[in-house]
């Protein structure tokens, strides 16, 4: 069925807003901060926290990036007036990074100050490689005055070791993800899912045996294994690492990790700019629309998910 995941893929850029909307609709909270917050509720009634992102990157114009400051912001006091278990992601070149650098870092430590006067976290996300060196730039410029931020290491970039090791001696609170921007050439990322699990677990070790925080995030079983046999191997705390995964993926195995008394994080974006995430979605994980089609006859059917 590979040709045809990966047909499907392909056109999905012309297929239409409605329908992509259709089959995207399970992964995402909706368009507006209410729509956010109404899913985290029902994230913590379930005992799982959430970082809320909201959707847009490679942005042009300053007005946009401070457009997405104002509703982080809303975002941070819903959080704090509800009294709701959960942070936020940004992306970096939302924030402006491809517009002033400069810029950016002011924005997101704006955030960042935000955050820490309410006791909450601001979580920045890995985007393509060519922002990589900026972003841990950000990340260690932030980190010398704040504890509440954090960044993400993407296994299957070939550097991911050098990183960590130039990060470490910062105590990073990171996540550790696979790595989504499915383009990138041979000799930046392993393209061997075999290496990259690997790597994976290399760097997972890594981290937790010099007492960094880690948001293991994927859905992996092999890779959630991996974290399980760590945390038991170094007889971690709950509180030294937390499971993430994203909103509308396997319900089964985020219940499992949950009922086994770990901690798990839901990655819930929201926002207008839902098309082009629905699309990356789905282009760098074909495997998704089996999960779609899946979902769509469960629901013929009546079944739950
Ligand atoms: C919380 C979180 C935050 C992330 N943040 C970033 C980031 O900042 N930067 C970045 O580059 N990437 C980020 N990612 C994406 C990540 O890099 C991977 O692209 C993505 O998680 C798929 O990898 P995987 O570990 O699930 O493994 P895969 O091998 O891709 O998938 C493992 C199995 O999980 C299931 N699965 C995976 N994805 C889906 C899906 N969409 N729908 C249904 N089933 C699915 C399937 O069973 C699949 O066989 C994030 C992922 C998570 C979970």
């Known amino acids: 069925m590979n040709w045809f995941n990966n047909l499907i893929a392909t056109i999905l850029p012309i297929v239409p807003r409605p329908i992509v909307k259709i089959f995207s609709r399970p992964y995402l909270a ?112 932030l980190r010398k005055d704040y504890d509440n931020v954090g960044t993400v290491f993407q296994a299957y970039l070939r550097r991911l070791l050098d990183d960590i090791n130039t990060t470490l001696p910062h105590k990073p609170n990171l996540r550790l993800c696979k790595g989504a921007y499915y383009w990138e050439k041979r000799d930046v990322v392993f393209k061997e899912p075999e290496i990259v699990n690997c790597n994976f677990s290399y760097a997972l070790e890594k981290l937790l045996s010099n007492d960094c925080y880690v948001g293991i995030a994927t859905h992996d079983e092999k890779v959630v294994w991996q974290g399980l046999k760590l945390i038991d ?57 089996n999960y779609i089609i899946g979902n769509l006859f469960n629901k013929i059917l009546g079944r739950k998910q």
């Open 30 to 141: 909706g368009e507006s901060v209410d729509d956010a917050i109404r899913v985290v509720k029902d994230l913590n009634a379930q005992q799982m926290c959430a970082t809320l992102d909201l959707l847009g990157e490679e942005v042009k114009v300053k007005e946009d990036s401070l457009n997405a400051l104002k509703i982080y912001t809303q975002i941070l006091n819903a959080i704090d007036r509800e009294k709701l278990d959960a942070n936020i992601s940004v992306k970096p070149t939302h924030m402006g990074l491809k517009i002033d650098k400069e810029f950016c870092y002011t924005n997101i430590k704006s955030l960042v100050e935000l955050a820490k006067k309410l006791d909450n976290f601001v979580r920045i996300d890995m985007e393509d490689s060519s922002c990589v060196d900026e972003t841990i730039e950000l990340f260690l410029r």
């Open 233 to 289: 191997q170094l007889q971690l705390k709950p509180e030294q690492y937390e499971f993430q995964m994203l909103l509308g993926v396997d319900h089964e195995l985020r219940r499992i990790i949950v009922n086994e008394g770990h901690k798990l994080r839901i990655y819930v974006p929201f926002g207008k700019e839902w098309f082009a995430y629905s699309v990356r979605r789905l282009k760098e994980n074909p495997k998704m629309v």
